[in-house]
């Protein structure tokens, strides 16, 4: 794979090569970006977020025990920074109306079991807990990831390598084809 990125010879550190790939490692500077916890821009715990009657609650990890039966159906989860999210959280084009998709979804029990639905990670049935499901796109491929609360929090798996945002579902409210790809740029 080519990386669109323009390399200037200045920024060049070392290089391997092998039989089946080449290796650049350049020195440049990076964005730190903020996470969306108000107050803890360091914050890269998994972080549950939704918005209910116009007001976006951020729920912490520390917090989750306490505020977790208060969630709704469906819900946001990340560990990553999201870049400009007080810009971008009422724009429906990054941020999906979840209050507008639940109300066009199935009528399904919410606590009722997902049917087929394996973690990408461990490959076992999720039963009996919420399901983490997140649909991206990376080098114009569709991906989808779907998770335990305990593989989330965990993170340091390799769909980590990308940015995510989990839809969190406490049933099979809304068919999973059905939700938005989340744009993780």
Request: charged residues 25%.
């Amino acid at each position: 794979m080519l990386s669109k990125d323009k390399i200037s010879h200045d920024d060049v550190v070392d290089f391997a090569c092998s039989t089946e790939a080449s290796f650049i490692i350049i020195q440049k500077s990076v964005e730190v970006l903020p996470s969306i916890v108000p107050g803890e821009p360091e914050n890269r715990d998994l972080v549950h977020f939704y918005k209910q009657r116009g007001q976006w609650n951020i729920i912490k990890e520390e917090d989750f025990i306490m505020y977790q039966d208060r969630l709704p159906d469906i819900c946001f989860a990340t560990r990553h920074p999201v870049k400009n999210f007080d810009a971008i959280k009422d724009n429906p084009d990054y941020i999906p109306n979840l209050e507008e998709i639940i109300s066009h979804g199935i009528k399904a029990n919410k606590n009722a079991p997902f049917k087929d639905v394996k973690t990408t990670l461990s490959n076992k049935v999720i039963q009996g807990q919420s399901l983490y499901y997140a649909k991206y796109i990376v080098n114009g491929e569709v991906k989808e990831v779907y998770s335990t609360l305990e593989e989330a929090r965990e993170g340091g798996q390799v769909y980590d390598m990308t940015p995510i945002i989990f839809y969190v579902m406490r049933g099979p409210i809304v068919e999973l084809e059905d939700l938005p790809i989340l744009d993780q740029t």
